[in-house]
């Protein structure tokens, strides 16, 4: 499975963007798919992610303001950003769990990182 993530940028304190991540390869492998962040000097964190029954999950730094989704139809999954802080300004990770097979099981893959910075 391999990851595109796309759509980071610069946006004033209050604005909007909308994250995209496509995925491509065995894409049935697909277990659970979601969002990370890390900030400057600070460990990855969990944004929102499908979790492996289905349900959707978010960091309760970021309830209420984003929203993950995805369009199956286009393999890709969404990370519409509301009412975004300085605090919020990280580079953002889409990630996978699929399954690769019965010796390493399920494995994560990750995609390339998208810059968001918020101005104040």
């Known amino acids: 499975v391999q990851l595109q993530a796309s759509g980071g940028g610069l946006v004033q304190a209050g604005g909007s963007l909308r994250l995209s991540c496509v995925a491509s390869g065995n894409i049935l492998s697909i277990k659970s798919m979601g969002w990370y962040r890390q900030a400057p000097g600070k460990q990855r964190e969990l944004v929102a992610a499908?979790?492996?029954?289905?349900?959707?999950a978010y960091a309760d730094s970021v309830k209420g303001r984003f929203t993950i989704s995805r369009d199956n139809a286009k393999d890709t999954a969404y990370l519409q950003m509301n009412k975004l802080s300085p605090e919020d300004t990280a580079v953002y990770y889409c990630?996978?769990?699929?399954?690769?097979?019965?010796?390493?099981?399920?494995?994560?893959?990750w995609g390339q990182g998208t810059l968001v910075t918020v101005s104040s």
């Open positions: 499908f979790t492996h029954v289905g349900r959707t």
């Open positions: 990630q996978a769990d699929h399954w690769v097979g019965p010796g390493p099981g399920i494995v994560a893959a």
